[in-house]
């Protein structure tokens, strides 16, 4: 004699079997409606596959034209922006004329003068194209490591004329006494802007700007990444997008060999930063190239802007030599 047990065993088959025959009579279930029935459709993966193949068949569905323009927008932006291009920046505040050539021009001046210098460089590039950037420093550090934040009204000045004259804007935070992965986050909401990327500089993550030189960990690196892909893909920002990590000696990254740069949407840029004669810069340039855990480099100058006690590269590393370093750079920035 068949026991209790046994007999439920027996006739579960048949009660799932009853279900599927009941949901599939409800016309059009969408299994991504997070109000339809989860049971029992939901524990069968064929069922769901089945549903897919019937959805993705439909002989007369066509795409919307807000549906066409975003997978045109997506594919797009799934082609990688360092593919074909090379990226030639002014780096500053807009606010100060001490702190880099970008505050001391306006930004139709500033505009003229990247078009002159990315031509020199497109006529030396091999083929490459050179995109304009405006690189302004965001976050700024005070003593003691306070941070003083750029009015959003001057930031989106620069990101509004980028996006109207076809120019990248990065944003840079100096982090100062604060976290560099909460210091990011205040910069993620400025993605929602297609030509918007950021940047970390680990020497002024200090309480003692000027007197020491401040540092990230891979750790913090890793993280740091994590944290903006997840955001771009929580609030459906397309393609992929740059966060530049600045150095100039062993200290202003720790475990720097356990860095990873195997994020899809994020793409790491390693900074040569210091100024100094090109012997200095070139030696700089060669320990930065030896972290091959991050490939993508990038090559700053600086000018010799007439400021007391600021220190300038003497002389000036010509387009030629900029790019006959090794590795080559995909991001060249003047402050």
């Given at each position: 004699m068949l026991s209790k047990k046994n007999i439920q065993y027996l006739l579960l088959p048949l009660i799932l079997c009853s279900a599927l025959q009941a949901y599939a009579t409800i016309p059009d279930i969408n299994i991504f409606n997070k109000n339809a029935p989860v049971f029992p459709h939901m524990l069968f993966t064929e069922t769901?596959?089945?549903?897919?193949?019937?959805?993705?068949?439909?002989?007369y569905w066509v795409y919307t034209r807000e549906e066409a323009e975003s997978i045109s927008i997506m594919a797009e932006y799934q082609i990688s922006f360092l593919l074909n291009n090379d990226i030639l920046a002014y780096y500053g505040h807009p606010a100060s004329r001490n702190m880099g050539i970008l505050g001391r021009h306006s930004?139709?001046?500033?505009?003229?003068?990247?078009?002159?210098?990315?031509?020199?460089?497109?006529?030396?590039?091999?083929?490459?194209?050179?995109?304009?950037?405006?690189?302004?420093?965001?976050?700024?550090?005070?003593?003691?490591?306070?941070?003083?934040?750029?009015?959003?009204d001057t930031l989106m000045r620069y990101i509004e004329y980028g996006l109207k004259n076809d120019i990248l804007v990065f944003i840079d935070h100096q982090i100062g006494r604060y976290d560099p992965i909460d210091s990011l986050r205040r910069m993620l909401p400025y993605l929602r802007y297609p030509n918007v990327h950021l940047?970390?500089?680990?020497?002024?993550?200090?309480?003692?700007?000027?007197?020491?030189?401040?540092?990230?960990?891979?750790?913090?690196?890793?993280?740091?990444?994590?944290?903006?892909?997840?955001?771009?893909?929580?609030?459906?920002?397309?393609?992929?997008?740059?966060?530049?990590?600045?150095?100039?000696?062993?200290?202003?990254?720790?475990?720097?060999?356990?860095?990873?740069?195997?994020?899809?949407?994020?793409?790491?840029?390693?900074?040569?930063?210091?100024?100094?004669?090109?012997?200095?810069?070139?030696n700089t340039y060669a320990y930065n190239a030896r972290a091959l855990n991050m490939p993508l480099k990038s090559f700053k100058l600086?000018?010799?802007?007439?400021?007391?006690?600021?220190?300038?590269?003497?002389?000036?590393?010509?387009?030629?030599?900029?790019?006959?370093?090794?590795?080559?750079?995909y991001i060249i920035m003047y402050q």
């Open positions: 769901i596959n089945n549903w897919k193949r019937a959805e993705n068949s439909r002989p930004i139709e001046e500033l505009d003229q003068m990247l078009t002159t210098l990315a031509a020199e460089y497109e006529a030396v590039s091999g083929g490459r194209k050179v995109k304009k950037a405006f690189y302004l420093i965001y976050g700024t550090v005070w003593p003691r490591g306070e941070i003083g934040i750029l009015a959003n940047a970390l500089d680990p020497e002024w993550r200090t309480t003692k700007p000027m007197e020491e030189v401040g540092h990230v960990t891979a750790e913090e690196i890793i993280r740091a990444q994590q944290v903006m892909e997840d955001y771009m893909i929580e609030n459906n920002i397309p393609g992929e997008r740059m966060l530049v990590i600045h150095q100039f000696n062993h200290v202003m990254i720790r475990d720097r060999i356990d860095v990873k740069t195997d994020f899809n949407r994020v793409r790491l840029i390693h900074c040569a930063d210091g100024f100094g004669p090109p012997n200095i810069k070139r600086f000018y010799n802007l007439g400021i007391p006690g600021a220190g300038y590269d003497n002389p000036l590393m010509t387009p030629s030599e900029v790019y006959a370093l090794n590795p080559r750079p």
